[in-house]
T-cell receptor, first 117, second 115 residues
Framework: GDSVTQMEGPVTLSEEAFLTINCTYT??????LFWYVQYPGEGLQLLLK?????DKGSNKGFEATYRKETTSFHLEKGSVQVSDSAVYFC????????????????FGQGTILTVHP | DAGVTQSPTHLIKTRGQQVTLRCSPI?????VSWYQQVLGQGPQFIFQ???????GRGNFPDRFSARQFPNYSSELNVNALLLGDSALYLC??????????????FGAGSRLTVL
């Protein structure tokens, strides 16, 4: 079945450090890929997305590129802030042959990021 | 515009009881999905409804059921609660389009504790 694997956490960084969170997927096809972020006590917020190979999603200084050849979608940010402390989830979704998806996101296990001043 | 709203935000039940969780999607969104997030794990897909019909079901027992109403709001029901049902239950809505409803907007969740 489809699956998403994220790098083991937690990740602890100092403010202004470079961030990479690895994400790889296994799927029988070409899904759309997402990064969601969850702040303490809250639900999930969409951070960025990419719908086809070589697409780059970006938002709030975060970036991720859809790499079909390595089935990866690594999240990066050049300079993290304390306010970026949260849990980050990589996820995928398929559309069927008719171009319609049915709301089934498959998530990775999440990576806890803590940024210290 | 209001986002996805869920109620209640927190609740405590005892084993064997039943619970109903509610979700109101973003205006114009006809698709609603439910996810279970156990502490320390990623969300797991439970159900998806579109136009009041079940369109997908995850690997959950029959104790879990859901429905969608004409106004596109939804309820998730869990019967005969077990300790392992303790989790954050997330509802997500999306706008189904010919190209696919691949962007889900999540609510803040309902945190269920089973004692």
């Amino acid at each position: 079945g489809d699956s998403v694997t994220q790098m083991e956490g937690p990740v602890t960084l100092s403010e202004e450090a470079f961030l990479t969170i690895n994400c790889t997927y296994t799927a029988t096809g070409y899904p759309s890929l997402f990064w969601y972020v969850q702040y303490p006590g809250e639900g999930l917020q969409l951070l960025l997305k990419a719908t086809k190979a070589d697409d780059k999603g970006s938002n709030k200084g975060f970036e991720a590129t859809y790499r079909k050849e390595t089935t990866s979608f690594h999240l990066e940010k050049g300079s993290v802030q304390v306010s970026d402390s949260a849990v980050y989830f990589c996820a995928l979704i398929f559309t069927n042959a008719g171009g319609t998806s049915y709301g089934k996101l498959t998530f990775g296990q999440g990576t806890i990021l803590t940024v210290h001043p | 515009d209001a986002g996805v709203t869920q109620s209640p935000t927190h609740l405590i039940k005892t084993r064997g009881q039943q619970v109903t969780l509610r979700c109101s999607p973003i205006s114009g969104h006809k698709s609603v999905s439910w996810y279970q997030q156990v502490l320390g794990q990623g969300p797991q897909f439970i159900f998806q409804y579109y136009e009041k019909e079940e369109r997908g079901r995850g690997n959950f027992p029959d104790r879990f059921s859901a429905r969608q109403f004409p106004n596109y709001s939804s309820e998730l029901n869990v019967n005969a609660l077990l300790l392992g049902d303790s989790a954050l239950y997330l509802c997500a809505s999306s706008r189904q389009t010919p190209r696919g409803a691949n962007v889900l907007t999540f609510g803040a969740g309902s945190r269920l504790t089973v004692l």
